[in-house]
């Protein structure tokens, strides 16, 4: 609503949205996930190893809220934005 009054652009939206959202509901469960599930899994037990698998579960997340913020701006009915984003997860996987 406030894009259409003139009162700031989509990407200004874009950024404080994805600044607010990184930390609480991005940063902290990737590295919540990571440190239960990469011992559970066994993988090699070094410290070098889990935080580039931490690295890797935190930008997998930091990306797939871009993708989707990014296509609920561009759409306006949310019917298709769901489909065409979950589309795009289905060929990612």
Request: charged share 10%; glycine share 4%; net charge neutral.
């Amino acid at each position: 609503h406030e894009y259409i009054s003139g009162y700031y652009r989509v990407s200004v939206y874009f950024l404080s949205k994805v600044l607010s959202d990184i930390l609480f509901l991005r940063t902290i469960p990737g590295i919540i996930f990571s440190c239960m599930v990469y011992w559970m899994i066994g993988l090699k037990a070094t410290a070098e190893a889990f935080f580039i698998f931490l690295f890797s579960i935190v930008l997998v997340s930091y990306t797939a809220t871009s993708m989707t913020l990014a296509i609920s701006v561009d759409q306006t009915v949310v019917a298709i934005a769901n489909i065409f984003i979950n589309n795009i997860f289905v060929l990612m996987m």
